[in-house]
């Protein structure tokens, strides 16, 4: 008997975590659903005749070429038709076959993300490293000449082109200093590892392989850099904005009448009241990190799902560009639902809500 109070305090005090990721759950279930809506139909609504784009100008002007073409890729059903086996094919793992490399664009993509995630991720923490010291010693020293330097070097970061950036790095590091690797993710003499993850650096400290591992860093490092210096000014300058405001805040008052000073007052409560903000910007920084690396990956020769996507729109290429769609919205809706989960964590109110 003298447990079910505790008992019931801690069901209590958890049901409404529970309730919250459900919720949360079924709102990206129905926007997922939404996702291969849109897909679908921008997808069909795509100027350009994707048949001859498939068959070739020759086979495309043979009419019975096209008529069985047609009915084995099942075009001459309703669009409704089309999207409910589009969405049968989805469960079994089928997102068609790529009219580019007449491969299963799953298998296509099975390669292609893992080399965007592996940049995208680096450059995340990275970003997420130097933005939050940055951000946090521009906060602190509000007004000094510190806080002006570092405000200038996120401004910088903000406004240099992405693209003009690496153009410039791969020209001044690789062309001409020659203390960078060139384009790709491994040096033409090296094997990639035996695939685990599709992360080259870790697949190859999984198999031994150092001379592999420091070769596959090297090559991440150039689009990381590029990658990196936008994200680190925006998130220096919210990091900044966000750290003045709960320097303002009672309890950080309070915090320092304790006698509380330096990384105690900084991480217990300076940046944890501080967090909610700071996980919306690099929920969406991460987001746009994957979905938005073409140029970069052009430059760099990166066989990512940018560089993916570039060929599959510039050849007509319907199940890519569907499969590329797909693959960006699920990458945004489980970070949003990341982000969401960590707000319901770090903050009582917002599961309550």
Do not use: C
Not at 172 to 188: K, V
Not at 246 to 269: C, E, I, N, Q
Not at 312 to 327: E, F, I
């Amino acid at each position: 008997m003298g447990n079910t109070p505790r008992a019931t305090r801690r069901y209590s005090a958890r049901s409404p975590l529970v309730g919250y990721l459900l919720r949360r759950l079924g709102t990206s279930v129905l926007l997922l659903f939404g996702v291969t809506i849109v897909t679908f139909a921008l997808a069909n609504l795509v100027p350009g005749d994707p048949i001859a784009a498939a068959l070739g100008e020759g086979a495309a002007s043979n009419p019975a070429t096209v008529e069985a073409y047609i009915k084995e890729r099942g075009l001459d059903q309703p669009l409704p038709v089309q999207y409910v086996n589009y969405i049968s094919g989805l469960f079994q793992g089928d997102m068609g076959i790529s009219l580019r490399t007449a491969q299963p664009v799953a298998s296509d993509l099975s390669k292609a993300v893992p080399a965007t995630v592996e940049i995208a991720l680096l450059a995340i923490v990275v970003s997420l490293g130097v933005g939050v010291a940055l951000g946090s010693l521009a906060a602190y020293r509000r007004g000094k000449i510190s806080d002006q330097l570092v405000r200038v070097f996120s401004l910088i970061g903000l406004s240099i082109p992405t693209f003009w950036m690496a153009l410039v790095s791969f020209n001044f590091f690789f062309l001409q200093l020659r203390i960078a690797p060139g384009s790709g993710r491994l040096s033409p003499a090296l094997a990639p590892p035996p695939t685990v993850t599709g992360f080259y650096t870790v697949d190859a400290l999984l198999a031994g392989q150092w001379v592999t591992f420091t070769d596959a860093l090297a090559h991440l490092m150039l689009p990381v850099f590029v990658l990196s210096l936008f994200t680190i000014g925006l998130l220096t300058r919210f990091v900044r904005t966000s750290v003045l405001e709960v320097l303002d805040a009672d309890y950080v008052r309070a915090g320092r009448a304790k006698g509380l000073s330096g990384p105690r007052l900084l991480f217990g409560y300076v940046l944890r009241g501080a967090s909610l903000p700071i996980l919306t910007i690099v929920g969406l920084a991460f987001g746009t990190l994957l979905s938005g690396t073409v140029l970069v990956e052009a430059v760099f020769a990166w066989p990512g799902l940018g560089s993916y996507a570039y060929n599959s729109a510039t050849s007509l290429d319907l199940p890519g560009v569907m499969g590329v769609g797909l693959v960006v919205g699920v990458v945004y809706l489980t970070i949003n639902f990341a982000v969401d989960l960590l707000y319901g964590v770090l903050d009582p109110r917002v599961r309550l809500a």
